[in-house]
């Protein structure tokens, strides 16, 4: 009787010590010696999910791994996707990112100012997304913006987003545009915002921008901007490649504004908030004129006399 007991106690003394090991080793740091990306598949077993994390390096023990998940019932919630471990990392923190679904994100930035034939291409190269491009959508459609996404995702995704991104910004300014604009409704709004942002990318000058050619508007005047006669040119699928030429403003197209009053028929680019902002709240000037001043900004003129001299002043720092 006293070996049974002996043994019943040495028995229970090696249980006590193997759950106290066991949960030391559950929230111990992990030999994971540098981050690590780990996809993991849908439908896969807890078994095959284990012998992943191990060969992976993220965990040491695959068998006490597969007993954690069966004690925390948690075999049936991992979730499918690419997951980035930080060095050391727990058993416990590890379970828990699978569960959660705490995946990776990738990002991908529209820069402001890009075409819709440019933002595809963007898409269309980047190799984390998946899927063909269903449907082209009108120029100006796309809030320039960051935006995450999973491995594998839909390209489609990221254009309903930034569409989602663009009605909701374009509505919201619209809401605050200053009064006595010359615009008839939103989509002329987002056309001026589209040739603020071909026109200027120092951020201080785009409401200046704006102040020119709302005022050009007012007075009936041609915008006269070279940009649109560039989308003219190209129809925004590519970069001209070349400066433009004196016979190049006298091309026969709505979206010259050499040639044609008023906006362009359509948004020229997609313009990034700051432009929308602008088109909306434009500066209080008596501007008509601007030109290129060679440090990266612009010189802007109430007449044409002193627009002459801002133009005689550009071309001489551009001998």
Known sequence: MKFFRYSIVFVLIIVVVAVLHFK??????GPLSDSVMVEINRGISSQRVADILYKQGVIDHPLLFRLLMKYQKAEEKIKAGEYLFEQRIS???VLNKLVKGDVFYYKITVPEGYTVAQIIE????????????????????????TYTF???????????????????????IWEGREEGL?????????????????????DSERAQVASVFVNRLRKEMLLQTDPTVIYALTKGQSELGRALLRKDLAVDDPYNTYRYAG????????PGEA?????????????????????????????????????????????
């Not at 030391?24 to 740091?29: D, I």
């Not at 491009?133 to 009108?138: E, I, K, M």
């Not at 906006?263 to 997609?270: E, H, K, V």
Request: with cysteine; net charge negative; hydrophobic share 35%.
């Open 91 to 93: 058993a416990q923190e």
């Open 275 to 319: 432009s929308l902002y602008a088109a909306a709240h434009p500066a209080p000037t008596d501007y008509l004129y601007f030109v290129a001043n060679g440090s990266g900004g612009h010189n802007f003129a109430k007449t044409l006399s002193e627009h002459n001299h801002n133009v005689a002043n550009w071309k001489k720092i551009n001998q």
């Open 182 to 202: 010359p615009y008839k409704n939103m989509q002329e709004l987002l056309t001026m915002a589209s040739i603020i942002e071909k026109e200027t990318g120092v």
């Open 122 to 145: 963007l898409l269309n190269t980047n190799d984390k997304l998946s899927g063909e491009v269903s449907s082209v959508l009108p120029e100006g459609s796309f809030l320039p913006e």
């Open 263 to 270: 906006l362009p028929p359509t948004p020229i680019c997609n």
């Open 150 to 172: 999973q491995k594998g995702e839909r390209r489609d995704n990221i254009l309903n987003k930034a569409v989602s991104a663009m009605q909701e910004k374009l509505a919201a």
């Open 24 to 29: 030391k080793w559950v929230v111990e740091n």
